[in-house]
């Protein structure tokens, strides 16, 4: 998959979501057939930064299908010397940035986002900027790197005592629920031939009764009725 490279122009926290939600795509994968329900919780001061998966997606999967949420963006900044910590803007974000879906073909190796991140655009001194790559690699795993991390001055509101204020950004952490399916290439192909046909029939047969994961088309943990019908819907050539 090619992704072009080019400066993205930013809301001053749109670029806390796109982070967040680019880590979404890979973090959430699951097995062919299944779900999976991950929280995460990530944060920069600025320095680089490699994240990989503890787990590792289906590298064969046909589709990778996600919903995610942003529950929570907080910030550490600096304001005239005095620190103000675990400052909740999650309201900034409109909650129509904070949640989302979306699906991404397979099979692994793919990249889900490769941008250069922004803000504000020149000649205005920059407040934001980065590289943020995300990509599944051969084996399944969820890699991301965000890079030349650059956190400048951006306009804060510090309560009602000092109001918004230009505060320099010293940290961002960015929590957040997501649900991913891993949809095979085509079901039913279980001796992977390309097509749904009397050997994928002979096979789940042969495994009636067990939880052959190979015959178990739809992850119940047993070959049944349902896997057949399955199997007999897909029949023919895959598309």
């Known amino acids: 998959m090619q992704m072009c490279r080019k400066p993205v122009r930013l809301h001053p926290w749109s670029m806390c979501i796109a982070l967040a939600a680019a880590l979404l795509f890979v973090s959430g994968a699951a097995r062919a057939g299944g779900q999976v329900v991950w929280n995460f919780d990530i944060e920069t001061s600025g320095e680089d930064v490699f ?35 675990n400052i909740d803007v999650t309201d900034e974000v409109p909650e129509e940035d904070r949640v ?20 504000p655009e020149p000649p205005e001194p920059t407040g934001i900027a980065g590289d943020l790559k995300i990509e599944i690699d051969s084996a399944g795993f969820g890699i991301v790197s965000f890079t030349d991390v650059t956190l400048g001055t951006i306009m804060v509101d510090l309560g009602s005592f000092f109001g918004v204020q230009p505060v320099t950004l010293e940290r961002v952490r960015v929590v957040g629920v997501v649900v991913v399916d891993s949809i095979d290439a085509c079901i039913g192909d279980i001796t992977g031939n390309g097509a749904v046909g009397s050997s994928d029939l002979g096979v789940l047969l042969g495994a009636w009764g067990s939880n052959d994961p190979a015959a178990d088309i739809n992850g119940d943990g047993v070959v049944n ?13 895959c598309q």
């Open 51 to 85: 994240w990989m998966s503890p787990d590792a997606a289906d590298p064969d999967a046909g589709v990778y299908e996600f919903e995610y949420e942003i529950t929570l963006i907080e910030v550490d900044v600096r304001w005239s010397g005095i620190p103000f910590t």
């Open 100 to 119: 989302g879906a979306g699906a991404v073909d397979g099979p692994a190796p793919v990249v889900l986002f490769d941008e250069m991140l922004l803000f």
């Open 225 to 237: 009725s349902q896997d057949l019908a399955i199997l007999l819907g897909s029949w023919g050539p």
